[in-house]
């Protein structure tokens, strides 16, 4: 049968063994708090309850497995079941030595982290209508008894520094099976090919570019009110008062900064290939794109300079394939997309945009004045792509995106005012990607366990095989974009704008 016909479906059986652990667990997970909420536990029931909370965990991973419906997003950290870390929280993991509050709010974040998810795969577990929200609050539960038992153990909080990484989208046996060293310049000399054809590109006026179908432009819609630079400067200000530094914003501020930040999307189409949309599960075995509902979606991540965290708002579009352009078009196939970060300092300027397609590839980077590209690419790692500086955003203005018909190539950006046809497009959470609805009931995540979308698969994994990505070419998750074919980099590295520019002070 069809894995991922499995992966939306859950047989009777596992959804009878959640249901029987979530009755067993419910008896030996809860804590009778005394007035001033400790916890009034013997050593006995403390070891059984920690037991059982265990065996919640590991039935209830067992049978998420057994669905198919793991969500990727986040790396699970070994014997810590009740914890999830991504790369930028693990760049943290060994700065705690001597700073236990600290620690304490980096576990919180993991915690936050672990739980998000398996909402996410207690949903689209589809068969457990009725319990989803009471195993929901065992998650809770039991992830804070196991946190106060693990933080009270100076060995345990040890082990979970070491293990608190996230593995490189790298496989290290196929770079070995492919002759990696020779193999690579080949690779370099066509990602120098590329770098320039992209450069020259830019170089030229964006009012001389050929149209070749009907120039659209895709533009928010009017939601929120946008802020001045005072307004951002002051909440980031407020959201980064916590011990780690980390911009925590609001929802209304998300809201508010995301419609500030918007871009342009101004897109030559030709077909309806060219087409914004949103994602869909239909009758089709592989997800669908419906063209006539423009989605933009949208989350924040965080990086790291230093002592410093800035925030970056990411905004990312689909179209419902890349068409292949002859027989032997290795690139085209089902989807494609095109995720746009912002990165904001402190004082709310942006202080790079950056790009990739949803599959990781075409890495660019448009640093502001204050930011200064160095070429510190080591020996066999490709050198970044910064095609041009980003133009400065007047009073009122947005970055206008000029995406080229079938490639959907970034070909320029500009501050100027759009000029093709408005179509307007509304924003999404990206978060729903992981739990889309499906025609008969239930849910399921536009991605697979691997982090891959099914069906997105491109045949340029039979060249590029060597490089070590896994399924080169094919849409997918947050978290899973490695961006470079020669060398490691990752497009949620928290280390990269120190590693490779210098910035004015």
Known sequence: MNKSFLRGIVAPYAAGMLLFAFFLILQGCGTTPSRTGERTLDAHKDSDQVAGCLRFFSDLDRQVDHAGVGDAQQARI????????????????????????????????????DYQARIIELANLSQLYKSREDLAGMVRRCGALLRTKDMADAARREVLMERATVAADYQTFKRVLGLYPITAQFVLMGVDRLHTEINQVFAGPVDEMPVHGRLLSYVPGATVSRLS???????????????????????????????????????????????????????????????????VYRHISHTRWGERVYVQLNYQIWFPARPKTGRFDILGGHLDGITWRVTLDESGEPLVFDTIHNCGCYHMYFPSSRLHYQDKSQVFEEPLLVPAKAPQLGQGRRMVLR???????????????????????????????????????????????????????????????????????????WGYHATAFVGRRHFDDPDLLERYFDLDH
């Not at 079941?81 to 600290?102: C, I, M, Q, T, W």
């Not at 101004?266 to 592989?286: A, N």
């Open 229 to 295: 630079k005072p307004e951002i400067a002051r909440i980031l200000r407020e959201g980064s008062n916590n011990s780690l530094g980390i911009p925590l914003l609001k929802r209304h501020d998300q809201e508010r900064l995301f419609a500030t930040f918007a871009p342009v999307w101004e897109v030559d189409v030709v077909s309806d290939s060219d087409r914004i949309g949103s994602l869909y599960w239909g009758k089709d075995p592989y997800p669908q794109l419906d063209t006539s509902l423009p989605r």
């Open 403 to 477: 995406i080229a018909h079938t490639t959907h190539y970034l070909e320029h950006l500009s501050s100027q005012l759009p000029s093709g046809e408005e179509v307007v497009y509304r924003f999404e959470d990206y978060r729903n990607l992981r739990s889309l609805p499906l025609p008969g009931g239930g849910h399921r995540s536009l991605f697979g366990p691997d982090g891959i979308v099914a069906g997105t698969q491109r045949a340029e994994r039979w060249v590029l095989w060597p490089m070590g990505i896994p399924e080169p070419g094919a849409m997918r998750q």
């Open 78 to 113: 070994e014997s810590f079941p009740y914890l999830r870390v991504n790369r930028f929280l693990a760049s943290y993991r060994n700065e705690f030595r001597h700073d236990k509050g600290g620690f304490g709010a980096w576990v919180d974040h993991l915690l936050e982290l």
